[in-house]
């Protein structure tokens, strides 16, 4: 037996060294963290069981703790040529199989831990086109444009890039849904164009994005119709639907003709002391609707945004000041619906830009995939989330890099509504009371490195609730707490 391990090892060996030079190359990394959580009020904003009218308030103290893995692996063939590909798992700790798993997260944690729960999250070759500058992705790749407020996300696309020093052109098409390969209709299809443009300490961008959504109105983000038992249908931005609308005689159902164009514009400027950046989105488009009792109306995407932030570097601080705009409406009080629904700034789907820890998403959100049900998402007149709509804010920073491995982050958020949103319902009249102020949110982090890369984050974060930070009567304060170990290798 010994002989024959001896024989094949020789023969493995022969065969490493016979190997062309152009033999395949493995490259691989990834991140591992697990983070501890414990929050108060992240679902609905109050402590109240029962609102009227309202039945699915919940207890939304949460205490969890769950661990991600992402292993990437890429396959070189030459710097023209490779295929890359990423797998993820998520686990949230004591969970058994079939159950409900919390935020997004994979099953697999309780006694015995055996689960199916590999995701492949990348896979796509990307390769360089002979005596061109361009080169080409083609497949299940991430995709972001102007810092998530257009799109930021994995997608099946095609993707292909032209450097002409010191412009960048992108070209791209994004399959963002196919509901059947016999039927266009159903099927949402994306193209986008992205000039970059970087030449010494400046940076600058336009990207033009349209989405068609030919008759389709479910998988794109933008308004969602949501019935309460005690007052009207109200309308607000929401987490995936675009194409709904309501015209004050009925919620509207059907939606055909759905196209929006999305044009933005990225300036950015970085000196070694300090450094600034500006970006504008705005909406256009629309859609053909129809409401309960057949009347047809022509609906349009007016809305807009506007970010812009700066940074000041002296010594071990860093010091920061920033704010965001997002379009919205008024409510009309007698109605419960918005003035003007067209105005509320629009997403494509696949949106992600997180901004804070509490109302933004952060590093505790508790939803590896946007945590629809588990976080604070929408309320009837604003959208938060990774995707603001009717919504503002002002932040101001500081971070102290105390010592090499350790450093101290502070930032205070105030928060409002661009149009007011609604906060309650008056108990005498019936009537929706309205409110433009959500708050001030208080977010600290403790970074310290533990060993090599292996890092540790604590994470504390309380909001003071204003009255338009629910809809309900009563908004009680929120907290969030936690922290996360992570090693990306």
């Known amino acids: ?43 609905d904003g109050t402590k109240d069981d029962i609102e009227p009218g309202i039945n699915y308030l919940r207890d939304d103290n949460q205490n969890y703790i769950d661990q991600r893995l992402r292993m990437y692996f890429t396959f070189v063939s030459s710097e023209n040529l ?42 796509y070759v ?63 299809d994306d193209v986008f164009i992205n000039i970059a443009y970087a030449h010494g300490h400046f940076k600058a961008g336009l ?27 109200f309308l607000y931005p929401a987490g995936w639907l675009q194409g709904y609308s309501n015209h004050g005689n009925g919620a509207v159902f059907t ?38 009792f057949g009347t047809n109306y022509d609906d349009s995407y007016n809305g807009w945004m506007i970010e812009a932030r700066g940074n000041y570097y002296c010594g071990p601080f860093t010091f920061t000041l920033g704010a965001f705009y997002t379009s919205g409406s008024d409510i009309d009080t007698t109605t419960g619906y918005a003035d003007d629904p ?12 997180y901004w804070s820890e509490i109302l933004g998403l952060g590093t505790l959100d508790a939803s590896t995939g946007n945590g629809a049900g588990d976080h604070i998402q929408t309320q009837y007149g604003y959208s938060a989330a990774d995707h603001p709509s009717n919504l ?7 971070a102290w890099q105390a010592l090499e491995g350790t450093k101290l982050t502070f930032n205070y958020y105030y928060v409002g509504v661009s149009g007011d949103a609604i906060s309650g319902i008056n108990p005498v009249t019936g009537l929706v009371e309205t409110d433009d102020t959500i708050g001030h949110e208080i977010d600290f982090y403790l970074d310290q490195n533990i060993v090599d890369k292996l890092n540790l984050r604590l994470v504390g974060a309380y909001l003071i609730a204003d009255d338009a930070y629910t809809s309900y009567n009563n908004d009680d304060d929120t907290y969030e707490l936690g922290a996360q170990l992570l090693w990306a290798f």
């Open 392 to 398: 503002w804010m002002i932040n101001v920073g500081a």
């Open 342 to 353: 067209d105005n509320y700034f629009r997403y494509p789907a696949g949106v992600s830009h």
């Open 1 to 43: 037996m010994k002989k024959y391990l001896v024989m094949f090892i020789a023969v493995l060996a022969v065969m490493a060294v016979a190997l062309p030079s152009h033999a395949l190359e493995l490259k691989y990394g990834g991140m591992f963290r697990i983070r501890l959580q414990s929050s108060d009020n992240l679902i």
């Open 82 to 123: 490779q295929v890359v590909t990423k797998w993820e798992s998520d686990v949230q700790w004591g969970e058994p199989n079939g159950a409900s798993h919390q935020g997004g997260a994979g099953q697999g944690g309780a006694v015995g831990a055996d689960a199916v729960n590999l995701e492949m999250k990348n896979a």
């Open 126 to 188: 990307d390769f360089a086109i002979p005596n061109t500058p361009v080169r080409v992705k083609a497949g299940v790749q991430g995709l972001g444009l102007l810092d998530g407020w257009i799109i930021s996300d994995d997608f099946s696309a095609a993707v292909a890039s032209a450097k002409f020093d010191p412009v960048t052109v992108s070209v791209g098409y994004v399959a963002g849904l196919n509901q059947g390969v016999t039927d266009k209709e159903g099927d949402i």
């Open 255 to 292: 939606g055909a003709n759905n196209e929006l164009f999305d044009l933005g514009i990225n300036l950015e400027y970085k000196e070694d002391v300090w450094s600034a950046y500006l970006n504008f989105v705005k909406n256009f488009g629309g859609w053909d609707s129809q409401n309960l």
């Open 207 to 233: 990207t033009g994005f349209y989405q068609d959504a030919h008759d389709t109105v479910t998988g794109v983000v933008g308004f969602e119709v949501f019935g309460a038992q005690s007052w009207p249908s």
